[in-house]
């Protein structure tokens, strides 16, 4: 069966770290992967969407990559704040009308 | 812009009662909306993806009697929780696909959620 993994545990990391959430799967061919970022009570924000195609997006502090031989996306977060403290869900599509999302990582940034 | 509210954000009621969610793109026209359910520490369950006019499409599992979706307009969905139990109890949360924009047609643009309380 289709299956998303994300980091198992909770990261913490220091101010002005980079911090790295992984997101692997199986049994998927994903078209895209999307990274959201959801804050306690809140609803998913969008950050990042990648496609089968490409290998690395960027958006300010932010980079995805996307390796579908190793089927991984690498989310980075550099010169990280407490405000990035959140929790991270990576999402898989194969068409414009639905994704799976990943079970997140809980990220906190310690000042 | 992609704007999506949700009302209301947090609701109580008593058990065999009907509660409605209403979820709203403020600023573009929603091709397909979504609803999703999240319990605590888990992450979102698709429950049904709905297109303006048409019956929504409900995921294997999810009791479309019981969850009545309505997608009146290309910027209103309704989420009913009909005969709601202690069960129901959740965090239901929307999206809307805009259907264009500079991330593509995939993406979604996630309502702040409806906290549901069924006593």
């Known amino acids: 069966s289709q299956k998303i993994e994300q980091n198992s545990e909770a990261l913490n990391i220091q101010e002005g770290k980079t911090a790295t959430l992984t997101c692997n799967y199986t049994?998927?061919?994903?078209?895209?992967l999307q990274w959201y970022r959801q804050d306690p009570g809140r609803g998913p924000v969008f950050l990042l969407l990648?496609?089968?195609?490409?290998k690395e997006k960027r958006k300010e502090r932010l980079k995805v990559t996307f390796d579908t031989t190793l089927k991984q996306s690498l989310f980075h977060i550099t010169a990280s704040q407490p405000a990035d403290s959140a929790t991270y869900l990576c999402?898989?599509?194969?068409?414009?009308?639905?994704?799976?999302f990943g079970p997140g990582t809980s990220l906190s940034v310690i000042p | 812009g992609a704007v999506v509210s949700q009302h209301p954000s947090w609701v109580i009621c008593k058990s065999g009662t009907s509660v409605k969610i209403e979820c709203r793109s403020l600023?573009?026209?929603?091709?397909?909306m979504f609803w999703y359910r999240q319990f605590p520490k888990q992450s979102l369950m698709l429950m049904a993806t709905?297109?303006?006019?048409?019956?929504?499409?409900?995921e294997q599992g999810v009791e479309k009697d019981k969850f009545l979706i309505n997608h009146a307009s290309l910027t209103l969905s309704t989420l009913t929780v009909t005969s709601a139990h202690p069960e129901d109890s959740s965090f239901y949360i929307c999206?809307?696909?805009?259907?264009?924009?500079?991330?593509?047609?995939?993406?979604?643009?996630f309502g702040p959620g409806t906290r549901l309380l069924v006593l």
């Open positions: 999402a898989l599509g194969t068409s414009y009308d639905k994704v799976i």
């Open positions: 709905s297109n303006e006019g048409s019956k929504a499409t409900y």
């Open positions: 990648i496609r089968e195609n490409e």
């Open positions: 049994n998927y061919s994903p078209a895209y």
């Open positions: 600023d573009f026209q929603a091709t397909t």
């Open positions: 999206s809307a696909q805009e259907g264009k924009g500079p991330w593509g047609q995939e993406t979604q643009y």
